[in-house]
């Protein structure tokens, strides 16, 4: 597709469940990006991965949080044992590397943990 | 350690004002990449414009520009003649070079920007 797709766009989940959530990167990019974005929280790096480098998983807030890419394109991220604080817009965005065209993000998956 | 402020939290105009977003950076590398994104109602964040830090001529696209001063590590978004379309979030990030490439994002807080008719 032309942007980059995530899925579901919305997910509610019972606390203690795990959730998988998608994203499709723009074909051809490189670098792909989770981001979680909370009310009062602003944007808050979560995971990065760079064509066949190790990922940067610097911002995983705990070992709950994990994530994968296959392929070098389509990329899960998994929250084990959900809490109601991981409740968030979780945002990916890919872009090429070592262009100027910024980084183009998806619309979102809502997750409310209830 | 890398950061991104806007100090303005929310921002209200009158249609046809012009206004100015600040964002003042702090980073220790000499090569990095500024940006500003607009996330509408809607939820999606638009790219608006990547600026690298040897770049410090300033921008305009059409009602938008853009003021990059590395002496005061400010990176201002202005739009004149706001329109009511305008209304959204806007955020400034910061990125560090990785190999000649950019590293992930880092967010300011957002500046939510309403403009009345």
């Known amino acids: 597709g032309a942007g980059v797709s995530q899925s579901p766009s919305n997910k509610v989940t019972e606390k203690g469940k795990d959730v998988e959530l998608r994203c499709d990167p723009i074909s051809g990019h490189t670098a792909l990006y989770w981001y979680r974005q909370s009310l009062g929280q602003g944007l808050e790096f979560l995971i990065y991965?760079?064509?066949?480098?190790?990922?940067?998983k610097s911002g995983l807030p705990s070992d709950r949080f994990s994530a994968e890419r296959t392929g070098g394109s389509v990329s899960t991220l998994t929250i084990q044992r959900t809490q109601q604080e991981d409740s968030a817009v979780y945002l990916c965005?890919?872009?090429?590397?070592?262009?100027?065209?910024?980084?183009?993000f998806g619309s979102g998956t809502r997750l409310t943990v209830v | 350690a890398q950061k991104v402020t806007q100090a303005q939290t929310e921002i209200s105009v009158v249609e046809k004002e012009d206004v100015t977003l600040d964002c003042v950076y702090e980073t220790r590398d000499t090569t990095y990449y500024l940006f500003w994104y607009k996330q509408p109602p809607s939820g999606e964040l638009v790219f608006l414009i990547r600026?690298?830090?040897?770049?410090?001529q300033n921008e305009i696209s059409g009602r938008y520009s853009w003021n990059f001063q590395k002496s005061t590590s400010s990176f201002n978004f202005t739009i004149t003649a706001s329109q009511v379309v305008d209304s959204a979030v806007y955020f400034c990030?910061?990125?560090?070079?990785?190999?000649?490439?950019?590293?992930?994002?880092?967010f300011g807080k957002g500046t939510k920007l309403s403009v009345k008719p």
């Open positions: 990030a910061l990125s560090e070079a990785r190999g000649g490439s950019q590293g992930n994002l880092i």
């Open positions: 991965f760079q064509g066949n480098s190790a990922p940067d």
């Open positions: 965005a890919s872009s090429f590397y070592g262009t100027g065209y910024g980084y183009t």
């Open positions: 600026r690298n830090s040897f770049d410090e």
